[in-house]
């Protein structure tokens, strides 16, 4: 509050929680007072109209569920960035003194009990393992990679997807990853630096436009899209706090689905995704495109629930006809 609004509103906003921790007792009986859909979003701190749109698509009982779900504390994920064995990561964990449960929905998953910053420890250092959400990584195993394949990776940043699919390829193959902005081109370079992948290249490209040098190139072409990142709401709620419809955002998802859909080459695999729940944003996005580009075929798709640890993504594979 004083960062963004100065100290008088830093006195306002610290009175106010002082007397929301006062009369705590007192907010179920403000709650009670309110209904349905009204009553989910104040009570989760979550917009109105992204709530009314969760129910609409989940029914009330599953959107109660998200929302208490993405108002816990998120958890550290890790993501091991070689392909040793389940029992030489644990044992590099442990050598480390550190706890873990394992994940349920990536192979490489871990949540460690960190007492100590993970940029800290030397492994993170050397580019043994990197954080991210379980879901995400979900999302590359998903591709069902094969060694030696060429990939496009279009909206990259931070490069996490990048780095995991060049490590399920074992280091073969070519990946290149795509931003448009500069200073996340420049994130991208660090962090492939850190983990040592050599089969990496990081562009800085507008993929909303066509580039005829890319024009049926790539074995396979990731597409995880600007979204409204519901998904995320667990490490960044802000995001449910400040939700609204966007045609904009679902012109824009379709342009770069549509655009990318002609980098595939015959027989290759699109697989397109988003951290968001909504279907405006991934089925209908889908299914606009498949309308237009019938060479394609829909093979498999998957969404992600937030479950409390991983976040929520929705994931479909398609692939282009030989």
């Not at 060429?150 to 940043?157: K, P, R, V, W």
């Not at 580039?211 to 490490?235: N, W, Y």
Request: hydrophobic letters at 35%.
């Amino acid at each position: 509050a004083a960062k963004f609004s100065g100290q008088r509103t830093r006195g306002f906003v610290n009175a106010i929680l002082r007397a929301v921790s006062r009369e705590k007792n007192s907010i179920n009986g403000l709650l009670d007072s309110l209904e349905g859909a009204r009553r989910i979003s104040v009570k989760y701190s979550c917009s109105l109209e992204a709530v009314e749109k969760l129910i609409e698509q989940y029914g009330e009982e599953r959107t109660i569920s998200i929302l208490s779900v993405v108002n816990t504390p998120a958890h550290i994920c890790i993501r091991f960035n070689d392909n040793n064995k389940k029992g030489e990561r644990e044992k590099t964990l442990g050598v480390l003194g550190i706890d873990y449960k394992r994940g349920s929905t990536a192979f490489a998953a871990y949540y460690p009990k960190l007492k100590k910053p993970i940029s800290s420890l030397m492994p993170y250092k050397n580019g043994v393992f990197s954080i991210q959400d379980e879901g995400a990584q979900a999302m590359s195993e998903f591709i069902a990679l094969e060694e030696n394949e060429t990939i496009l990776d279009t909206c990259a940043s931070p490069g996490g997807k990048a780095i995991h699919i060049s490590c399920i390829m074992n280091g073969t193959g070519e990946i290149t990853a795509c931003d448009i902005y500069p200073h996340r081109v420049e994130n991208m370079k660090r962090s492939i630096a850190r983990t040592k992948r050599k089969n990496i290249r990081c562009i800085e490209k507008d993929m909303s436009v066509s580039h005829d040098e890319f024009i049926e190139k790539f074995d396979t072409v990731l597409i995880d899209v600007p979204c409204s990142g519901l998904g995320t709401a667990q490490r960044r709620p802000e995001i449910k706090l400040k939700y609204k419809e966007n045609n904009g955002l679902y012109e824009l998802q379709s342009k770069i689905l549509n655009v990318c859909s002609s980098y595939v080459k015959p027989g290759g695999k699109l697989v397109y995704g988003t951290c968001t729940l909504f279907r405006e944003e991934n089925r209908d996005v889908v299914d606009r495109m498949l309308s237009v580009h019938g060479e394609f075929n829909l093979k498999e798709e998957k969404t992600i629930i937030p479950d409390g640890r991983t976040g929520g993504f929705y994931m479909a594979k398609m692939v282009k006809k030989s």
